[in-house]
């Protein structure tokens, strides 16, 4: 059973690319999965002057940060799919896990459908190009132990 804390680099962005299954978005550099939950207000006048609120809608999003490479290997073209799924609003699969995770480790994975609302691809002058991709997460986040 694992214990202490992960390291960064142990976790993973994965998208599903048929019929290869889920594949490490190669060479992310960071990525963040937030889950939300919207607060309603529902203060009345017997609250005695304290806000209250009940939870409303769930909402999860993935931002990921990768270097940008030459994608003519099929197997790594995360910007090119990114595009077509932007430009012709097509739902993606991907999952949040821990990279190499042993049978036995307590860690999950997350799995969910998004759409990627935001792509981004800069380069500089003498640096590595790099795109940011961002995923709204379409319904629910499945929890996989």
Same mark, same amino acid.
């Not at 931002?63 to 270097?67: M, P, S, V």
């Not at 790594?76 to 990114?82: G, K, L, S, T, W």
């Not at 961002?134 to 929890?143: C, E, K, P, S």
């Given at each position: 059973m694992a214990t202490g804390t992960l390291n960064g680099s142990d976790l993973v962005l994965k998208i599903s690319k048929n019929p290869l299954g889920y594949r490490d978005v190669a060479y992310a550099t960071s990525f963040t999965l937030d889950i939300e939950t919207d607060a309603v207000d529902r203060t009345h006048k017997d609250s005695g002057g304290w806000k209250e609120i009940f939870l409303g809608v769930k909402s999860w999003s993935i931002?990921? $940060? =990768?270097?940008y490479q030459n994608e003519a290997n099929p197997l790594?073209?995360?910007?090119? $799919? =990114?595009f077509a799924s932007v430009d012709n609003r097509i739902k993606v699969q991907c999952e949040f896990s821990v990279n190499n995770a042993q049978a036995g480790d307590d860690n999950v994975r997350y799995r969910g459908s998004a759409f990627v609302v935001s792509l981004n691809l800069k380069g500089e002058t003498e640096t590595g190009a790099e795109f940011q991709i961002?995923?709204?997460?379409?319904?629910?986040?499945?929890?996989i132990d």
């Open positions: 931002t990921c $940060d =990768a270097l790594f073209n995360y910007y090119i $799919d =990114a961002f995923l709204a997460g379409d319904r629910y986040l499945n929890q």
